[in-house]
Nanobody, 128 residues
Framework: QVQPVESGGGLVQAGDSLRLSCAPARRTFSGYTVGWFRQAPGKERIFVAAISRSGGNSFYTDAVKDRFTISRDSAKDTVYLQMNSLKPEDTAIYYC?????????????????????WGQGTQVTVSS
């Protein structure tokens, strides 16, 4: 079992930027698809972005397209979520998750059921 650990959350003003990091406490992300999800109070956990095992493919939800960028650094064994032009609507707990599917598919990697290993989350709060 791989254990993702998120960091980089905080309190920012609308329009600011944050970079979230996700690294494995055990084993390695090598061979895993990695995704980011978020959950606001009273809301369901929803998909944000995902990156393939090699880093060559990615998906984004429309709400963050053109503002967020997901990337991975194999040498550091870390996945990043660069968040620019943050809005109050982005306020949520952000979770990193890893999946071991051999396929790269929108149907699999944009839903929670496509991932098996989840971090504890990091809080992102964006004020007006």
């Amino acid at each position: 079992q791989v254990q993702p650990v998120e960091s980089g959350g905080g309190l920012v003003q609308a329009g600011d930027s944050l970079r979230l990091s996700c690294a494995p406490a055990r084993r390695t992300f090598s061979g895993y698809t990695v995704g980011w999800f978020r959950q606001a109070p009273g809301k369901e956990r929803i998909f944000v972005a995902a990156i393939s095992r090699s880093g060559g493919n990615s998906f984004y939800t429309d709400a963050v397209k053109d503002r967020f960028t997901i990337s991975r650094d194999s040498a550091k064994d870390t996945v990043y979520l660069q968040m620019n032009s943050l809005k109050p609507e982005d306020t949520a707990i952000y979770y990193c998750a890893a999946g071991n599917s051999a396929l790269w598919s929108k149907m699999i990697h944009t839903t929670a059921r496509g991932y098996h290993y989840w971090g504890q989350g990091t809080q992102v709060t964006v004020s007006s």
